[in-house]
């Protein structure tokens, strides 16, 4: 008996503490948005970084009211928008290349076609 009220007061006093934020909870999903800027997330991807710096502004509202949990979810949030954000633009800068490439390819082969006729394989 003794043991389950020692366990009920300590899950009481558990849910009793608070989150602490830092001044400087948001400066990582700020990074990250800049990462994203500079990776073409504006160009590529720009409701992921829409996304991102909603969630950035709703988590320092968040601050201001002193929710800490949900600061901390909208951060992680506006991170994982940036992350996709920067991902995006990766795969959408190399698939730009890939075409560069294939059309590069095209004219060759038509050069090709040009000079040698039918008979280049």
Do not use: W
């Not at 500079?38 to 002193?66: C, H, V, W, Y």
């Not at 800068?93 to 590069?104: D, I, W």
């Amino acid at each position: 008996m003794k043991f389950i009220l020692i366990i009920a007061a300590l899950l009481a006093l558990s849910t009793c503490t608070t989150v602490k934020i830092g001044p400087d909870a948001t400066v990582l999903a700020e990074n990250a948005i800049a990462l994203a800027t500079e990776a073409g997330g504006d160009e590529f991807a720009p409701t992921e970084m829409r996304f991102a710096r909603e969630k950035l502004a709703s988590a320092n509202l968040s601050i201001e009211k002193q929710k800490y949990e949900v600061t901390i979810y909208l951060i992680e949030e506006s991170e994982i928008n940036s992350e996709l954000a920067i991902e995006k633009s990766r795969a959408a800068k190399a698939r730009r290349e890939v075409n560069e490439l294939r059309k590069s390819n095209e004219i060759l082969e038509a050069k090709l076609h040009e000079t040698f006729g039918d008979d280049f394989k």
